[in-house]
């Protein structure tokens, strides 16, 4: 907004600069140069309103662009992250799975040799 904040104040300060000096070396009765002065600023603050309106749209198309690759962006983490969480549950069963089997094991080989501890199960 640097550049662009520069070129308007520019165009303002040139404007007025002009619109002074015109009326200081008119040649025109005051009521004419009025009148020229007048039109000069109506078209100049419509091209202001235009020059606006249309950054604003790019602005505007800009943020939508990057709303999307945002929401683009959120998405596939989320996918990802579904994924990964995917895994740590099948990898937690797997250890599972194996801490029943050696306890499975462990509470044969407590029958086997004949004692009488009690022992927790998973």
């Given at each position: 907004?640097?550049?662009?904040?520069?070129?308007?104040?520019?165009?303002?300060?040139?404007?007025?600069?002009?619109?002074?000096?015109?009326?200081?070396?008119?040649?025109?009765?005051?009521?004419?140069?009025?009148?020229?002065?007048?039109?000069?600023?109506?078209a100049?603050?419509?091209?202001?309103?235009?020059?606006?309106?249309?950054?604003?749209?790019?602005?505007?198309?800009?943020?939508?662009?990057?709303?999307?690759?945002?929401?683009?962006?959120?998405?596939?983490?989320?996918?990802?992250?579904?994924?990964?969480?995917?895994e740590?549950?099948?990898?937690?069963?797997?250890?599972?799975?194996?801490?029943?089997?050696?306890?499975?094991h462990f509470?044969?080989?407590?029958?086997?040799?004949?004692?009488?501890?009690?022992?927790?199960?998973?």
């Amino acid at each position: 907004m640097n550049n662009s904040g520069n070129t308007i104040l520019g165009i303002i300060a040139g404007t007025a600069l002009g619109a002074a000096m015109g009326i200081l070396f008119a040649p025109e009765k005051g009521s004419k140069t009025r009148k020229i002065i007048s039109k000069e600023a109506e078209a100049r603050k419509n091209k202001l309103a235009e020059q606006a309106t249309e950054f604003a749209d790019t602005v505007a198309k800009k943020v939508n662009v990057k709303k999307g690759t945002l929401e683009e962006q959120i998405e596939s983490i989320l996918a990802d992250s579904s994924h990964k969480s995917d895994e740590v549950i099948d990898a937690l069963e797997k250890k599972l799975e194996v801490l029943k089997t050696k306890n499975r094991h462990f509470r044969k080989d407590v029958k086997t040799n004949g004692t009488s501890k009690t022992t927790a199960t998973v």
